[in-house]
């Protein structure tokens, strides 16, 4: 259960330290994040994980994600690229075969 309640506290702070180093405004977080994290959680337990999965993972999108490594703080890189892995592994044959092993060369590198 530390997973699903912990851990979930813990992407949060990631979520937040991000936007803000994005250049959103401290104050603004709760109702950008609120919204976007409470209909994925609420989409990956109606629908099920692999059916809620949204970004660019699964739309196979390789450049978007060599630019979130670009940008990302060192200290965050392995969380990013161990769940990325995982969530190419979710994506399962919603992804092509070509875009899957890309996006692992990316993730792995």
Do not use: F, K, W
């Not at 609120?34 to 999965?53: E, I, K, R, T």
């Not at 999108?61 to 392995?78: F, N, S, Y």
């Not at 899957?100 to 993730?107: I, V």
């Amino acid at each position: 259960m530390s997973v699903a309640s912990n851990y979930l506290v813990t992407l949060t702070d990631i979520a937040r330290q991000l936007a803000r180093q994005g250049g959103v405004d401290e104050a603004l977080l709760p109702a950008l994040l609120g919204p976007l994290m409470q209909g994925s959680l609420a989409n990956a337990l109606s629908m099920g994980p692999q059916q809620a999965l949204t970004g660019p993972i699964v739309r196979g999108d390789a450049a978007t994600v060599a630019r979130h490594l670009v940008v990302l703080p060192l200290e965050l890189q392995p969380a990013y690229r161990v769940l990325g892995e995982r969530t190419v592994a979710l994506a399962g044959a919603r992804l092509p075969e070509e875009a899957r092993q890309t996006l692992l060369a990316l993730l792995r590198d």
